[in-house]
């Protein structure tokens, strides 16, 4: 299993670009999640996934959309990038919704300008 | 906003010292967990704590569940240089699905 996979490490945007975060998982769990990590505030949730087709929005929802076509695949896009979606981004997975073991990909870098 | 109070942000420790850091909140948390993040990295599950009162090891880190089920604790013994990083406590409060994270402890050992 290669996990939780995310590209691309790392991207530089200028301000109004949109572009897509890529976040996979083969190990056929229903709950994926995004997060942004940023100096002195951990991790906070922007949205998650309780299964195909379900999505919803966690504490930190707005400039970003997300889609659940697949069990496999959580992509998180961003519309319209703004400098203050600089940050370091991670995609997460866990076979059961809030108990079992959150499985954290390597993060994507982002700087917007 | 956050709901997790974690503490300290930061230690400086001297290799081979015990740490202590823990988290507390306002809420009921129906699990705790606690995570490592290395620099450039994604964090790494340590420790899940799923009943209250709960006591639980994994080599030289022992973690707790609050008897209030509103904090936990982590601690480790004897550190070694590749205990530095961040550790972040998390739980999923009572009632709701998303897991909250706090706001981390830096750990850094002086050899």
């Known amino acids: 299993n290669a996990g939780v996979t995310q590209t691309p490490k790392f991207q530089v945007l200028k301000t109004g670009q949109s572009m897509t975060l890529q976040c996979a998982q083969d190990?056929?769990?229903?709950?994926m999640s995004w997060y942004r990590q940023d100096p002195g505030m951990g991790l906070r949730l922007i949205h998650y996934?309780?299964?195909?087709?379900?999505?919803d929005q966690g504490e930190v929802p707005n400039g970003y959309n997300v889609s659940r076509s697949t069990t496999e695949d959580f992509p998180l896009r961003l519309l319209s990038a703004a400098p203050s979606q600089t940050s370091v981004y991670f995609c997460?997975?866990?076979?059961?919704?809030?108990?079992?073991?959150?499985?954290f990909g390597p993060g994507t870098r982002l700087l917007v300008l | 906003g956050q709901q997790l109070n974690q503490s300290p942000q930061s230690m400086f420790i001297q290799e081979g010292e015990d740490v202590s850091m823990n988290c507390t909140s306002s809420?009921?948390?129906?699990?705790w967990l606690w995570y490592k993040q290395d620099p450039g990295e994604g964090p790494v599950l340590l420790i899940a704590?799923?009943?209250?009162?709960e006591l639980t090891s994994n080599g030289r880190l022992t973690a707790q569940f609050g008897i209030t089920r509103k904090d936990s604790f982590l601690n480790i013994s004897a550190s070694i240089p590749s205990d530095v990083g961040i550790y972040f406590c998390?739980?999923?409060?009572?009632?709701?699905?998303?897991?909250?994270f706090g706001q981390g402890t830096r750990l850094t050992i002086n050899p």
């Open positions: 997460a997975s866990t076979p059961t919704s809030g108990r079992e073991t959150q499985y």
């Open positions: 998390a739980g999923t409060i009572q009632g709701a699905q998303k897991l909250v």
């Open positions: 809420s009921i948390f129906n699990t």
């Open positions: 996934s309780v299964g195909a087709g379900i999505t």
């Open positions: 704590l799923y009943k209250a009162g």
């Open positions: 190990m056929n769990h229903e709950y």
